[in-house]
């Protein structure tokens, strides 16, 4: 199972990025797909998960109404929209899936949200 995000980067604040998560080596339309994030000192929170049907649930109440989780299970691939960025949004950004048993990680992409 390999998973590799991309599409992070510096952005001020107020403003959007979409994050992307390529998955490979399972079935991926039969997978809840997680999306957490590992601020500087702070332990990794969840942030997000996508239905295998692709409804997504906050579970960050920070992120509530301006981040938003969807999926294309035509190309096997997450992505975590997120809008109205704050400075506090800055972290490491990485997809999850738990298969067999183990949780898989990405390597994680950085966003940075400075002026």
């Known amino acids: 199972v390999q998973l590799a995000e991309s599409g992070g980067g510096l952005v001020q604040p107020g403003g959007s990025l979409r994050l992307s998560c390529a998955v490979s080596?399972?079935?991926?339309?039969?997978?809840?797909m997680n999306w957490f994030r590992q601020a500087p000192g702070k332990q990794r929170e969840l942030v997000l998960t996508?239905?295998?049907?692709?409804?997504?649930?906050n579970f960050a109440d920070s992120v509530k109404d301006r981040f938003t989780g969807s999926r294309d299970n035509a190309k096997n691939t997450v992505y975590l929209q997120m809008n109205s960025l704050k400075p506090e949004d800055t972290a490491v950004y990485y997809c999850h899936v738990y298969h067999r048993r183990r949780s898989y990680w990405g390597q994680g992409t950085q966003v940075t949200v400075s002026s």
């Open positions: 996508i239905s295998t049907v692709g409804s997504s649930t």
């Open positions: 080596g399972l079935a991926f339309t039969s997978y809840d």
